[in-house]
Nanobody, 121 residues
Framework: QVQLVESGGGLVQPGGSLRLSCAAS????????MAWYRQSPGKQREMVAG???????NYATPRNNRFKISRDNANNVVYLQMDDLKPEDTAVYYC???????????????WGQGIQVTVNS
């Protein structure tokens, strides 16, 4: 089994910054793609950013320079640096990871429990 635990969320004023972390633990061979999603009340969950094991990044909004995804493969952690936060960034943020288990022939998707980010003055 694999656990993904997010941290770093909270309340921040517009223009502020937060850094989300997601640490993976459990019994697995490796973690391939990782991503951050978010869900606002009344809306569908949407991808914010993704990163491959080799470090290739992709963003839902390519010209959005406010968010930066990164990862630490040695410690199985993915980060989301969020700068110049806006009220519309308020959402529950979820970590997603595609994990290869020992002896498995394909990756399996796992999700964290989600963490609240609120941008409000």
């Amino acid at each position: 089994q694999v656990q993904l635990v997010e941290s770093g969320g909270g309340l921040v004023q517009p223009g502020g910054s937060l850094r989300l972390s997601c640490a993976a633990s459990g019994d697995f061979l490796m973690i391939n793609a990782m991503a951050w999603y978010r869900q606002s009340p009344g809306k569908q969950r949407e991808m914010v950013a993704g990163i491959s094991r080799s470090g290739y990044e992709n963003y839902a909004t390519p010209r959005n320079n406010r968010f930066k995804i990164s990862r630490d493969n040695a410690n199985n952690v993915v980060y989301l640096q969020m700068d110049d936060l806006k009220p519309e960034d308020t959402a529950v943020y979820y970590c997603n990871a595609w994990v290869r288990g020992s002896g498995a022939s394909a990756d399996q998707a796992y999700w964290g429990q989600g963490i609240q980010v609120t941008v409000n003055s």
